[in-house]
């Protein structure tokens, strides 16, 4: 186990050297979660999703979001109001039963590419 640990102590310090970032591969399975709460909203376009969301016994917080057709893990960040998640350049924003989806790569100012989400069920 030590040999190990050593080994990727200096892996990750010769990708920080070379302005990599590097971290171990997350597997579900090894987050120990506290609770677990899925939620469908139905968005102003008619979209239905279905979010799954994640408190872990550290404090951590995730949620499983779709986006584009593929299942994007998203991790709680801070934020001034709601509950605010980060996946890439994408956020998923909720503030009580509503939600917005955003993309940082569609600008600054531009609206929501999922907005007035509200959980069907919850």
């Given at each position: 186990?030590?040999k190990?640990?050593?080994?990727?102590?200096?892996?990750?310090g010769?990708?920080a050297?070379?302005?990599?970032?590097?971290?171990?591969?997350?597997?579900l399975?090894?987050?120990?979660?506290?609770?677990?709460q899925?939620h469908?909203?139905?968005?102003?376009?008619?979209?239905?999703?279905?979010?799954?969301?994640?408190?872990?016994?550290?404090?951590?917080?995730?949620?499983?979001?779709?986006?584009k057709?593929?299942?994007l893990?998203?991790?709680?960040?801070?934020?001034?109001s709601?509950?605010?998640?980060?996946?890439?350049?994408?956020?998923?924003?909720?503030?009580?039963?509503?939600a917005?989806?955003y993309?940082?790569?569609?600008?600054e100012?531009?609206?929501?590419?999922?907005?007035?989400?509200?959980?069907?069920?919850?």
């Amino acid at each position: 186990m030590r040999k190990w640990l050593v080994a990727v102590t200096a892996a990750a310090g010769l990708a920080a050297l070379l302005g990599n970032a590097w971290a171990a591969p997350l597997q579900l399975a090894g987050i120990q979660t506290k609770n677990r709460q899925t939620h469908k909203y139905t968005c102003a376009t008619g979209k239905i999703l279905q979010v799954t969301y994640w408190n872990t016994a550290n404090g951590q917080s995730f949620a499983l979001v779709p986006v584009k057709g593929q299942q994007l893990l998203f991790v709680n960040t801070l934020s001034g109001s709601g509950a605010k998640y980060q996946a890439g350049s994408y956020t998923w924003w909720t503030k009580g039963p509503r939600a917005d989806l955003y993309d940082a790569m569609d600008g600054e100012n531009a609206p929501p590419m999922l907005s007035d989400c509200v959980t069907i069920n919850r």
